[in-house]
């Protein structure tokens, strides 16, 4: 990719809610400073404007970070965790395998912190080195892992196939809150040409995490104008593929060329969307050869 291609990319990510991305979207959440809103007591978002929201959960026996996504984004995560704690960082957890979410681990070993990723995801990194990637330190496996510190637990959920591999949704259940990598994006369309996503397992995991007890959750990326969202935004993510499924299914039925199918498809109800304008033709290509071919990527669990 360009370096203009890469900037066009982030700036998307991040969105039309940039400027405004550090207020604060819920009730019951305050900004700490301009990159840093506590969410709830002792957890935190950190949004650098970078379009990559990361978490930190912050206890008597120190602190947990979710997400270090590069080290110029982890050297940021690092400086606002000691903005607002002494406490050290005891463990950095990565959502899921890919280079632009899992990178910059070494800022955080460097700081003491033990790295750790689900079994999943770590295959992949140890297959397909990236420039700023370390390998995790610590590796869990199957559906579930607790880490509790000085009584506050988070909760890692692996919920099989949906996007990349070794995806892990967290939770605080005393707190009622969740960190959502990729998996919803409030306020923007799929995205580019949704890659690496099984619909299929995807649409399964939405109901899953809207199943789970939460009241906020933290998005890796948003467009809402906070990083700070709720369950509605799963269900409006939801909603927004099996619309997309709706009217390509609907142009299927009307007969209409299949290969004018994508552009042909709109969704008005999301026109005001992040990316709707440029993404929707792709996210329709990319829905359609899924219902067309049958759901990939895929492997057995
Ligand atoms: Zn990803």
Redesign the pocket.
Known sequence: MTSSARAYVLAMAAGIGMAISATSGQAGSHAVSENVVEVADGIYAFDPNDGYNSMFVVTDDGVIAVESVNSQHATGLLEAIKSVTDQPVRFLLQS?N?W??ASGGSVFREAGATIMAHEKAVEWMEANPGQDMVLPDEIWSGARKDITLAGTTLELHYMGMN??LGMTVFRLPEEKVVYI??LVTPKRVLFTIVP?FNIKEWLRTLNEIEALDFDMAVFSHSNSGSAIGSKQDIAESREFITDLQGAIVAEFQKGTNPFAIASTVKLPKYEEWAGYNQWLEMNAWRVMLDMWMGPFPWQPE
């Open positions: 899921h890919h632009d979410h996007h990349g990598a990729d690496d």
